[in-house]
């Protein structure tokens, strides 16, 4: 996997990301302010394009450990047909880690079918995975196809699986060992090849022992398990995720964001992120639409149950001064490499270095050093 400090300059090259990819050379330009994370994989078998990743393939956006090794586990993963248990909070991102698993598998071609299993209400569950004849109950007036056929040769998702009502599950686990479904009202088996990926924010483990989830559906299930860690544990993303969701919600709404005020940056590094990269996601979009001059802003979008939770910067008086600078999105970035050196008291390579904590390889870290003129403090 490789990571492209402008998009668009990656655009513009038109290049396919290798999976050992390398980064522009030092004579190339760079066009655009933008972070995003482009990956690949084996070519045919599915090589995601520059293009398709600005778009927004996948949207996991990250350098740090956890987030390279979930990537690593996606790749892992995707070129078989085991079951994938996804787990991880709410709006940490499982639905996007399902999408990158089928559109990396031989199976992205055909369907994926999304299915949020915590909003189905228990008399209709049945009926919506495995589908029903016409009479089968009161209402059922003309045939339905379940999910799991629609799905057929493709992936499903099921969403907060942890929901499912027992007598599901035991149908769910039939499908699983048996590739079988039965339409309700319907006496015909019909064979189904489907991919499972399934998440949940829920611990299963404890559902099994308390007896609210069976247990070999659980072990069904967790064949491959990925967890998607939440935010607060990997703070040092949050820069490269504003900077991404400034350049996309901008361009959704209609507006171009090239300007974040440090202060601005300092307060979501500081917020803790209850609800994760989609509160984020949602704040940045609000933040985007009450922006004016191309500057972000958060005056409004922050309401008083929003404090922050995490310490506040020292520095006295000139640091909070400084703070005022209004910052490009490539000052955030060298801003951001600056401040982890700094903590790391500038070991580039090695355990607990920069290189480790941005989740870079030591030359890519030195060559962006290079890009952005930082230099050591005698």
């Not at 598998?105 to 569950?125: F, Y």
């Amino acid at each position: 996997m490789q990571f492209v400090t402008s998009a668009r300059e990656a655009m513009a090259s038109q290049d396919r990301v290798q999976l050992d990819g390398r980064l522009p050379r030092r004579d190339e330009p760079w066009r655009g302010e933008g972070i995003m994370r482009v990956a690949s994989v084996g070519d045919p078998a599915g090589r995601l394009r520059v293009d398709e990743a600005i778009e927004g393939a996948d949207d996991i956006v990250g350098r740090t450990p956890s987030v390279l090794r979930l990537l690593h586990q996606v790749d892992q993963v995707a070129a078989t047909n085991s079951a994938v248990l996804v787990s991880g909070e709410t709006g940490t991102g499982k639905e996007l880690v399902a999408r990158a698993v089928h559109r990396r598998s031989r199976r992205r071609d055909k369907p994926l079918v999304i299915v949020n299993c915590g909003a189905l209400t228990p008399t209709l569950v049945e009926s919506e995975l495995f589908g029903h004849e016409r009479g089968a109950f009161t209402g059922a007036t003309s045939r339905r196809v379940g999910r799991f056929e629609l799905a057929h040769r493709g992936t499903i998702f099921l969403d907060e699986v942890g929901e499912l009502p027992e007598e599901i599950q035991v149908k769910l686990l039939r499908v699983l060992q048996m590739g079988e479904v039965e339409r309700l009202g319907s006496t015909q088996t019909l064979r189904v090849d489907v991919r499972l990926v399934a998440a949940t924010n829920r611990n299963l483990e404890e559902a099994v022992a308390a007896g609210r989830f069976r247990s070999d559906l659980y072990y069904r299930l967790h064949v491959f398990p990925i967890h998607v860690p939440p935010l607060r544990e990997r703070p040092e993303d949050i820069p490269l995720l504003v900077a991404y969701l400034a350049e996309r919600k901008g361009k959704a709404v209609g507006k171009i964001i090239d300007c974040i005020p440090e202060a601005v940056m300092q307060r979501l590094l500081q917020y803790s992120w209850p609800g994760n990269v989609r509160e984020l996601e949602n704040v940045i979009e609000r933040a985007i639409i009450l922006s004016r001059d191309g500057t972000l802003s958060l005056e409004g979008v922050f309401g008083p149950g929003l404090a922050n939770t995490r310490p506040e910067p020292v520095g006295g008086a000139a640091a909070a001064a400084d703070n005022q600078r209004r910052l490009t999105l490539r000052e955030v970035e060298r801003a951001h490499i600056v401040r982890v050196c700094e903590d790391c008291g500038w070991r580039i390579k090695g355990p607990d270095s920069a290189s480790v904590r941005l989740g870079l390889k030591p030359s890519t870290l030195y060559y962006r050093i290079h890009k952005l003129g930082i230099a050591r403090p005698s």
